[in-house]
């Protein structure tokens, strides 16, 4: 009995066995369907956004699946335009190339809805990339989650079939590099992830021209490196910190910079970015390229989010206050000038509030590996339910695209045998590219080809503004493809010079009378 009542004695006194630091099955369950709900949250929104009539309207997305078929037929990319009657065989920089060629792979394997396939997966690596960036820096479940969800919800208008994309993951993946190295405290001392930021250039550059902005970043950053900005008698002072290693970033950037000119065209995609950077006209027709008009919730939304951000600078609780407050500033002013590039300043302020939160954590670590894959599975399910739901379907697509674009009329035009020269619209160009191949169009998408003047008198000849008439490119046109809607289809019925040949809800189409 003594024996007995020692060893007992002995097991009172052990110390109690610690808890599991991943919490109990409940605790894990919860974190696995959190973890559900986030990696299908983006792609979720993207669905939504790619059966909406929106995706379809969106002329670039044709002209991009033409020039991917273009490529894949030739086994070569384009260096001369082979799809406008202006271009023909002038020099044009299909920059995207890397983007179109497996866009138009998935629409060979899959259809219209290939091209929503091909999207809802970089979408998702968007929202993993996001999310990662905010849970090195908060720690938790629940800080980097509402941040995630708060980002990838203010970007949804954005999840369409456009090369941007990569842009916005890729930006996320740099400066979430950056930010480890110049801004964190403390510093990551693996500041080799540097390294990777030269391949991310190498592929972004032949992605889209977007990469000038995660080199202007990269630039920054560099330049910015030994500044620092020090509070001293009430005063802000600038001061020169040298640090070690400096250097290091300096040739990043510059190995990056010569990383963007591996692709087909060189030097020649910087020409590109000259073009469209120096136009005009582009902002009076294409929405996404004018400024936030604050008209909707989400733009007030954004502005709370980079004050906040810029309210946490103020605090001082970052290291190299100075690179991120200058990047603040300038990617705000640069999503003020286009709804397109709002995400630019909503990123920025999202690492900079998630930074200030600082109780810093590992990714994924508080689940096994198992009950990731358990996530992702789960992810996946609840996707394919949504799409499910929402009609993904190749058949959805084809009514949605009926009711928008002149996909009658262009059946009209193959079955008749119309030929050009081909006169249209701005907003159609880039669809007839796709559906009348042979018959190059009058203007489409590709802004930096036809240049503001042609394009702003493209626009008054479709509003029959003074002059319409005379117009030299309407007058030679043997073939006109217009919206009904548009003051040129209403003018054109009465126009001895034009028969008309087939009229819809949606669209008109005109052949020039013989003799005329």
């Known amino acids: 009995m003594t024996d007995i009542a020692t060893a007992t004695l002995e097991r009172s006194q052990e110390p109690a066995p610690a808890k599991r630091r991943d919490g109990g099955l409940h605790t894990r369950l919860r974190r696995v369907l959190l973890l559900a709900v986030i990696f299908s949250f983006a792609p979720c929104l993207a669905v939504d956004a790619l059966v909406s009539k929106g995706n379809f309207a969106n002329s670039d997305l044709w002209w991009h699946l033409s020039t991917g078929a273009w490529i894949a037929q030739h086994h070569a990319v384009p260096t001369t335009d082979p799809f406008s009657l202006y271009g023909m065989n002038k020099p044009w920089v299909a920059y995207g190339w890397l983007f179109e060629l497996p866009l138009y792979g998935f629409y060979r394997w899959l259809g219209l809805v290939g091209t ?118 009430e005063r802000l002072r600038i001061a020169v910190a040298h640090r070690n290693g400096a250097w290091k970033l300096w040739l990043v950037t510059g190995v990056s910079f010569l990383a963007t000119l591996i692709n087909p065209y060189s030097w020649q995609v910087y020409k590109v970015i000259l073009e469209y950077a120096t136009e005009r006209a582009p902002f009076l027709v294409v929405t996404e390229l004018r400024a ?168 008054d000849t479709w509003n029959c503004r003074p002059g319409w008439e005379t117009d030299p490119e309407l007058a030679a046109a043997n073939l006109i493809i217009g919206d009904t809607r548009r003051p040129l289809s209403s003018a054109l019925k009465h126009d001895s010079r034009y028969e008309l040949a087939y009229e819809d809800k949606t669209a008109v189409v005109f052949v020039k009378r013989p003799g005329q």
């Open 116 to 233: 929503a396939v091909f999207v809802l997966p970089i979408v998702a690596a968007i929202g993993l990339a996001l999310y990662r960036a905010m849970r090195v820096r908060t720690g938790g479940f629940v800080a980097p989650a509402a941040l995630t969800v708060l980002g990838l919800f203010l970007m949804a208008r954005l999840y369409t079939a456009r090369p941007w994309l990569f842009s916005i993951l890729f930006f996320v993946i740099e400066t979430d590099v950056l930010f480890s190295a110049l801004v964190d405290r403390p510093a990551d001392a693996k500041s080799r992830r540097l390294w990777l930021l030269p391949v991310l250039f190498a592929l972004w550059a032949n992605i889209h021209v977007q990469f000038v902005y995660g080199l202007g970043v990269l630039g920054l950053a560099a330049l910015t490196q030994n500044v620092d900005a020090v509070w001293t008698n």
């Open 292 to 459: 936030p008009d604050f008209r909707s919730p989400l733009d007030y939304i954004l502005v709370v989010i980079v004050l906040s951000a810029a309210l946490v600078l103020g605090r001082g609780r970052l290291r190299s206050p100075v690179f991120a407050s200058l990047l603040l500033i300038s990617t705000t002013l640069v999503s003020l000038r286009m709804v397109r590039d709002e995400w630019f300043a909503l990123v920025v302020a999202l690492l900079i509030i998630a930074s200030a939160l600082g109780k810093g954590g590992t990714s994924l670590d508080l689940l096994p590996r198992a009950h990731r894959f358990a996530a992702t599975a789960l992810a996946v399910l609840l996707i394919f339910a949504w799409a499910k739901k929402r009609d993904l379907s190749n058949t959805h697509f084809a009514d949605e695209a009926s009711s928008i674009l002149p996909v009658k009329a262009a059946d009209v035009v193959l079955q008749r045998g119309l030929q050009g020269p081909l006169y249209n619209d701005f907003e159609w160009g880039g669809y007839l590219i796709w559906r009348l191949p042979g018959r190059p169009v009058s203007m489409d998408g590709r802004t930096n080809i036809y240049g503001d003047a042609r394009i702003a008198r493209s626009i």
